[in-house]
C-alpha cells in the first residue's frame, strides 16, 4: 500500500469522525436541556418519548389557550 493512499483514508475517516463526534454533542445538549439530565445513551426509544411527551405538552397548551378564550370571551 502506497503511504499517500493511507494518509488520505486516515484523513477522510478523522474529518467523518469530527462531523458525527459533533452531531451527537449537538443532540446530547439539546436533551440536556430540555429533559434535565444527559443521558448514558441515546436510543430510538428515548427520542420518540421526548418527541411524544412534546406532542402532549403542545396539545395540552393548545386546550389550555382554548379554554381561557373560551372563559373570557376574546380571542388572542
Known amino acids: 500500500m502506497q503511504p499517500w493512499k493511507f494518509k ?3 484523513d477522510e475517516g478523522a474529518k467523518n ?3 458525527w463526534t459533533r452531531k451527537a454533542w449537538i443532540i446530547e445538549n439539546i436533551l440536556r436541556d430540555r429533559a434535565g439530565y444527559y443521558p448514558i445513551k441515546i436510543t430510538d426509544n428515548m427520542l420518540n418519548s ?3 411527551q412534546m406532542e402532549k ?3 395540552f397548551s ?3 389557550v ?3 378564550q373560551d372563559s373570557t370571551g376574546s380571542s388572542i
Do not use: L, N
Open 8 to 10: 488520505s483514508g486516515q
Open 17 to 19: 469522525y469530527r462531523y
Open 50 to 52: 421526548i418527541i411524544e
Open 57 to 59: 405538552t403542545i396539545i
Open 62 to 64: 393548545k386546550i389550555t
Open 66 to 68: 382554548s379554554k381561557q
